[in-house]
């Protein structure tokens, strides 16, 4: 099984570095850019099991490790 | 008393403060190896910057996951001492002995010079040598020095004194100019509601010697001491040995 986990900023957190990209993708030439929030992506490869146990078992990684709660909502996908 | 400096794969300052408490401030201290869940009856855990595990996934998220954390977190759970300095205050956030995280600086660069800080809160283990207000000139190096936590946390700190120091300019106000990394209320170190862990993002190891530059550092560790012999330890004394 694959789980893919997003990792993502929360609303109103801080982000210079997505604040960076703004600005160079202005530069670029790419005025419509309106934001841009930087957030990370995991592919995490697991022993088949049961669909449900698997959802318990990443969401308890998710918020264990994969994410910071202070900082940090995530979401995943389940993929056979 | 005895203290017990954290080594993590990738720590960098722990013989810089394993140097500054054992060879300058003469008490004798001990390294302790993250995978060791012994902290051989140590009176203060300190946790040392550097690049724990890489800084990988976030900074101090995995280092928070060595063995030797269970027994940091016991131990500060039944009053001991625990300092973290920069990566190590890192560390304490992410293990949730601390509130809040630290994040990139707000301008992206690693940032690494002098910076002045003011003791708001003298009545801790860690800064009862300073004068209240005291202003103090300490180092950082760090690039993910920017201290966020949401208003509710921010407003508890404060109400509790919980802001140890912060980040000031040559005169002690309090104002963007002076915040090196974009940390909200201008944190650069705060403790728990308890007063027995305290986080730092500057570097007091690396200010103890007036022939290096300058010695405002020192009584941190000094206090330390101070509030030990002071008898700090009938909390520690109730943990069973080996802890």
Known sequence: MLAKVYVTLKPGVLDPAGKAIEHSLHALGFAEVEGVRLGKYLEVRLEGQARKAAEQRVDE?????LANGVIEDYRFELHE | MRWGVVTFPGSLDDHDALYAIDHVLGSPAVSLWHK????????????PGGFSYGDYLRCGALARFSPVMDSVASFARAGGLVLGICNGFQVLCEAGLLPGVLIRNRGLSFICAP??????????PFTNAYKPGEILTLPIKHGEGCYVADEVTLRDLEEHGQVVLRYVDASGRVSEAANPNG?????????????NVFGLMPHPEYVVEKLLGGDDGLRIFRSVVAANAAGRTEAVASVAPGH
């Open chain 2, 115 to 124: 910076v002045h800080v003011r003791v708001d809160n003298s009545s801790t």
């Open chain 2, 36 to 47: 060791d869940r012994d902290l051989h009856g140590v009176d203060c855990v300190v946790l």
């Open chain 2, 183 to 195: 940390s909200l209320h201008n944190v650069a170190g705060i403790c728990n509601r308890a007063r």
């Open chain 1, 61 to 65: 990684m998710c918020r264990k490790l």
